[in-house]
């Protein structure tokens, strides 16, 4: 009985070595790209429109230049469809053209600690202090600035000018003691809720958690 069992044992040693795992990763992190588009969503939020409700509208965006315009530039569509507008190809087949414009989109990272540097202290032996970090926080932020014009497509006689709206997302983590990470920032509380970790608020008043 123990030989059969060293048999079986050697067989699943022999299967196990033929498992293989592959890994990659993308060319940019999830977070960062979270961060920017939940900056644009924010600040296309803040944007107002001109009245475009039955108007045949064109999107200028030759003015353009950041990272993701292509999702920049859905969302002022979706935005402008939702308005009412009928979006056209072309310039000459629209009553209004709309440029769309980027003062900038981009991230940044800001890291902090309190504590003590690593020290090496000199002598016949010298020492190596390692570094201490009693509280230490590391801060993402996505930040976009928006603007809107329009214009009669006919005369370029202007008609509407969104102003510059700005907007920033973020995304922290903490720990103290070394206990964590901790998490908060506007994109955390986005996921939560995309996730169904985040308490919602039903029309009666009570609270539940999806």
Known sequence: MHH?????FAGLLMFS??????????????????????AV??????TPLPPVDGQKVYLEEKYLDCVDKGYLVASVREKLLQAGAMLVG??????????IRSGG?????????????SIALPGPLPVQLPEVRLYEKTSQFGTAKIALVAYQSATGKMLFDSGRQLARGDDSRWSVLGVGPFQTGTVRQEVNQATNKYPVRLASGESTSR
């Open 90 to 99: 072309k310039p000459e087949d629209s009553v209004v053209t709309i440029e």
């Open 105 to 117: 989109i981009g991230t940044d990272n800001v890291d902090k600690f309190l504590g003590s540097p």
């Open 41 to 46: 969503d924010q600040a296309l939020e803040k």
């Open 4 to 8: 059969y069992r060293l048999i079986l």
């Open 17 to 38: 070595a033929c498992t293989t795992t592959r890994m990659s990763h993308t060319s940019r992190t999830g977070m960062e790209q979270l961060l920017l588009s939940n």
